[in-house]
């Protein structure tokens, strides 16, 4: 796949959704951190019925400390993983309040150390609450760089190294939040819906279904 068709590809994403967003509820990069570390394998759904009743209570990290790790349970216990992500939330509270003032810090090194954080999470929070170009690799994203061949990787950091080296710059804060709904509503794990795509006729991908 060459620079000119890549560039098609995100101009008609862009045109049909100028302003891309998680569809995790979030009114802070506080609560944007605590609902990506519960997104681990659970989906956005899940995860926003447990933050839209946990946030009115708790959104600062003093306010999910004075829950107690069993208070936080409580509310996050439909999502799966949830103890362990509780204590990572109650660890990652515990070190905001410690070295960053309560606050979320926006560079890389500092995400990765909070519990409960990895690449990917760190990813999402510099790139939607910082606007930082970091690529957070998810499945669909996997899936639809490899599938389409706009960025194809044995894994998904060489997926997230090709991304930012070969997505054209004036699209690379918004370029996550387009791969990862594409991937989620149209070019879908068992069957992508190709007759239906707006980018079926630059996709690189061999067997398209005619849906």
Partial sequence: MNKQKRTEIFNRL?????????????????????????????????????????YPVANTPQAILDLGLEGLK?????????????????KTCEMLLTLHNGEVPDNREALEALPGVGRKTANV????????PAMAVDTHIFRVSNRTGIAPGKNVLEVEKRLLR???????????????????????????QCGSCIIEDLCEFKQKTSD
Avoid: M
Wanted: some cysteine; hydrophobic content about 40%.
């Fill in 14 to 54: 862009r045109d049909q959704n100028p302003n891309p967003t998680t569809e995790l509820n979030y009114s802070s990069s506080f609560e944007l951190l605590i609902a990506v570390i519960l997104s681990a394998q659970a989906t956005d759904v899940g995860v926003n019925k447990a933050t839209d009743k946990l």
């Fill in 74 to 90: 409580s509310y996050v216990k439909t999502i799966g993983l949830y103890n362990a992500k509780a204590e990572n939330i109650i």
């Fill in 125 to 132: 929070v510099l790139n939607t609450a910082f606007g930082q």
């Fill in 166 to 192: 070969l997505v054209p710059k004036e699209f690379l804060v918004d370029a996550h939040h387009w791969l990862i709904l594409h991937g989620r509503y149209v070019c879908k794990a068992r069957k992508p």
